[in-house]
Nanobody, 115 residues
């Protein structure tokens, strides 16, 4: 059985930084894709950053240059370092994993950027 457990999030001021972490408990397999999505208030979920098993990385244009994702394939862990946070980054952030066209999701953590 797969479980994705997230940590991090909180309330920060514009320009500050925050780090999110996610650890997946699996039955002994690794995922093809892991990463992060977010859902701003009143909007649909959007991709933030994704990592393929063997090194490929993609970032949404809105976060490129500010957010950095890392992945540990052995521990099935991903992190998201968010720098220079903006009001527009306010959202519920979800850890994501995929294998064989099956998607798995973390519980979600709130990130609020406010002055």
């Amino acid at each position: 059985q797969v479980q994705l457990v997230q940590s991090g999030g909180g309330l920060v001021q514009p320009g500050e930084s925050l780090k999110l972490s996610c650890t997946a408990s699996t039955s002994g397999f690794s995922f093809e894709t892991m990463g992060w999505y977010r859902q701003p208030p009143g909007k649909q979920r959007e991709m933030v950053a994704l990592a393929k098993r063997y090194g490929s990385r993609i970032y949404a244009d809105s976060v490129k240059g500010r957010f950095t994702m890392s992945r540990d394939n052995v521990k099935n862990t991903v992190t998201l370092e968010m720098n220079s946070l903006k009001f527009e980054d306010t959202a519920v952030y979800f850890c994501f994993a995929e294998l064989s066209r099956t998607n798995y999701w973390g519980q979600g953590t709130q990130v609020t950027v406010s002055s």
